[in-house]
């Protein structure tokens, strides 16, 4: 089993900047995704930014040019990181940001891993 431990998010006024990290335990596992959602209250939870394993990248169009997401390249001994830096950041930026990755191999550590949220306010 893959966990993600999320850290970073809190309180900012409007035109702030947050930094977001996700990081994976384990090693040894190929990833197929790796992207930030976020769900603002009463609302569902929606793909903000995602990367792919050659580090191609994509943004919703309410982030694009404000949000950018990146990740390391583990090596035997650090672990995989995502990070998600946020700029220029409005009240509509506020929610539960979660990261997640998805697994494809091998097989014992394959599946969906989220996560655990972390809150991200924007606000004077």
């Known amino acids: 089993q893959v966990q993600l431990v999320q850290s970073g998010g809190g309180l900012v006024q409007p035109g702030g900047s947050l930094r977001l990290s996700c990081a994976a335990s384990?090693?040894?596992?190929?990833?197929?995704?790796m992207g930030w959602h976020r769900q603002a209250p009463g609302k569902d939870r929606e793909l903000v930014a995602q990367?792919?394993?050659?580090?191609?990248?994509?943004?919703?169009?309410s982030v694009k040019g404000r949000f950018t997401i990146s990740r390391n390249k583990p090596n035997s001994t650090t672990y995989l990181e995502m990070y998600l830096q946020m700029d220029s950041l409005k009240p509509d930026d506020t929610g539960v940001y979660y990261c997640?990755?998805?697994?494809?191999?091998?097989?014992?550590?394959?599946?969906?891993?989220w996560g655990q949220g972390t809150q991200v306010t924007v606000s004077s």
């Open positions: 997640q990755i998805v697994v494809f191999g091998p097989a014992i550590f394959k599946g969906d891993y």
């Open positions: 384990g090693s040894g596992y190929t990833v197929s995704f």
């Open positions: 990367i792919s394993s050659n580090f191609g990248v994509s943004y919703a169009d």
